[in-house]
Each structure stands twice: as C-alpha cells, then as structure tokens.
C-alpha cells in the first residue's frame, strides 16, 4: 500500500527462505520415494489390489485386468462381472469362452511376435499377467485361470501392491 | 582479543553483496515439476504361479523320494498336508487358522519343513471358492517370501521359501 502511494522510495523484499525450504523438503521426499521399477504401471481405478511382501518387479503391463465390475483383456470389455461372478451364459466347462477367445488371440500375436523376432519366447508365450480386485473370490479367479489354461497359458503373474517395510 | 584485532580488519568500503538465488529457485521448481509428474505412489509387484498342465514328457525311470506338500486353503482354516513320493510315505496333516496368527504360525511351520527337506521347492495350493482374492495373496506369501531375505538391501526378488506354487484346483 505505502508502494501505490508514488511517493515513497521502500524497497519491500518477499522472504524466500520458507519456499525454499519447502522446495528442498519436497524434492527430498520425492527424490527417496522415486521408484526405479522397468514398468511404470497405473493400476484400474475400478479395483483395489492386494497387499504382499513380494520384492518382484512388475515388468510387463497386466494383459488381462479384472476390476469389481468387468473383465478387459488389453483394455478391451471382454465380459461383466455380477455380484462377483460371470453369468452362466458365458461359461463352459467352468471357463469364460469370450475371455477364452481373446487369451487365443493374444496367444496366437505373442507368438507370432516371437517367431518374428526370432526370440525363443517360451515364456512370453504361456506366461500371462493378471490384474485383479482384492475383494473377488477364487470361484471367479478359477475361471479366469481355466480359461487362460484353454489358451495355453500356463504361468500367471499376479498383480499385487508393494507393501511398505 | 581475538575480537579486538576482528574489528580491527574489517575493511570499511565492501558493497552490499547479495547471492543470486533465482536460478536455484528455477532448478528447484523444474525438478519439483518433473518428480511430481512421474512419481508412482503405489508401488506394484508380482507373484508368480502355474496351473497344471498335460506334458507328454517320458516320466522318470527311477523316481526319487521327495516330499510332496499340499495346502489345503479354506475361509477358516489353512490345512498343510505332507507325504513322501515313496513308501515309508509319512503322511502328515496340520491345521491352522486363517487369522494372521495362523498364517504366521504356518509360515513358520514351512519354514521348519524347508530346513528338513531343503531340496524341494514346489507346493501345490487347492483353495475353496469362497476364498477371498486377498486372503489367497497372503497365503501365496507365507508360501513364498523368505522372511530372513533382508529386502532393504537391494534384494530384488525374495520369493524363495517355495518358489513353485501350483493351483491344483484349477484343473478341468
């Protein structure tokens, strides 16, 4: 105010020191809490994973998500979820035959994909990686698994959050 | 005295010398930008298991003797049930509850089975349908994660107790 008066010459300096305290402090904390795992991965806002002691890295983006609602095989609506189950409809044999027919599809790119690159690829191709919500129950995931087993996948890598030690 | 010839020194004509601190300011705030923007606050692990599989792989002409284990998981109860692959068999079975108590107590329980039979590393896992997804993850880390492992240096990978864990139910 005494500066909009025109007459005054006071020189007002803003106090920086607690800004850069602040500053200092933050890039600290995000500098400590950095992570340096290969894959960057967001899980589905739709699901809540669970907690594990695990020490293994995600190192490829979860192929097959299971939120509370929906099955999606590479961000794609393959089935819904009610009340924890899939409609009977849907199943065979105890499996889900659309995710059957999505878990063929993907099987048959990723070893094309393998051959292509002349990778031995053996693991790439039997081994899938499921992200699920916490709350489900085995009779759903047991689906899951029967029908990934009918694709040919044979090795799951379950999705789980990092506890904190 | 020392403060005297201080005094003494200090010269009379030094300018008001101010640090520049704005390009500290401009470094801080990109740096606060970036980290924020690429920071992931929940971090994500795996757990690795197999379902069985049909193999037309020629079976051993002599098996070995090995320590076949099952667990058996319930909304209540974990039971752990043990028999060797040739006769004398010694069949044995342990229930514990599913609170955390009970889980620890059965991961202690395959800890000593580990010390015992430190070759065999697989353990087949049956669970009922009404058991929680969760509930399942903690039984795979009592099976799996190796306590003693001390993760805080750099360990990448402490699924060591019984790495091969097989869905036995999940079978057609």
Do not use: C, W
């Given at each position: ?8 010459t ?16 933050l890039?600290?904390?995000l500098?400590m ?6 894959i ?19 190192d ?25 189950t ?22 048959t ?12 690829g ?9 992200e ?7 009779e ?11 694709a ?9 959050s990092?506890?904190?030690? | ?15 008001d010398?101010?640090?520049n601190?704005m ?13 924020l923007?690429?920071?992931t ?13 049909l ?42 509850s ?30 009922d349908?009404?058991v ?30 019984y ?10």
């Open positions: 105010m005494a500066v909009s008066g025109g007459a005054s006071e020189t007002i300096s803003l106090p920086i020191t607690p800004m850069l305290d602040i500053f200092s402090i890039v600290t904390f500098l809490s950095y992570s340096s795992d290969p960057s991965h967001d899980p589905n806002p739709a699901l809540e994973l669970p907690d594990s002691k695990t020490t293994v890295s995600l490829e983006v979860p192929a097959v998500v299971v939120s509370k609602n929906e099955v999606l095989v590479n961000d794609k609506k393959v089935v819904t979820v009610i009340g924890g899939v409609e009977k409809r849907h199943t065979t044999q105890g499996a889900i035959y659309p995710l059957f027919q999505e878990l063929v599809k993907l099987n790119t990723n070893k094309n994909y393998a051959d292509a690159s002349a990778k031995s053996g693991d790439k191709v039997s081994t899938l990686t499921l699920m919500d916490k709350n489900h129950r085995f759903l995931m047991k689906m899951i698994m029967l029908s990934a087993q009918q040919k996948f044979v090795t799951f890598k379950l999705v789980v990092k506890e904190k030690s | 005295m020392s403060r005297k010839k201080n005094k003494r020194h200090v010269p009379q004509d030094i300018p010398v101010e640090l601190i390009p500290f300011i401009d470094i801080f705030s990109l740096l606060n930008t970036f980290l923007f690429t920071a606050f929940v971090s994500i692990g795996l757990l690795r298991v197999q379902v069985p599989f193999s037309n792989a020629t079976p051993d002409s002599k098996p070995t003797r090995s320590l076949d284990i099952n667990v058996d998981v319930g909304r209540d109860q974990i039971v752990l049930r043990t028999a060797y692959t040739i006769a004398p068999t010694d069949k044995t079975s342990n229930s514990f599913s609170s955390p108590d009970g889980i620890a107590a059965f991961h202690r329980a395959l800890i000593d089975l580990k010390h015992r039979n430190p070759r065999d590393d697989k353990v087949t896992l049956y669970s349908e009404d929680s997804y969760h509930k399942l993850v903690e039984v795979l880390d009592a099976i799996k994660i190796d306590d003693s492992i001390d993760t805080s240096d750099g360990v990448t990978d402490n699924n060591k107790l790495p091969k864990v097989v869905m036995g139910s999940v079978l057609l």
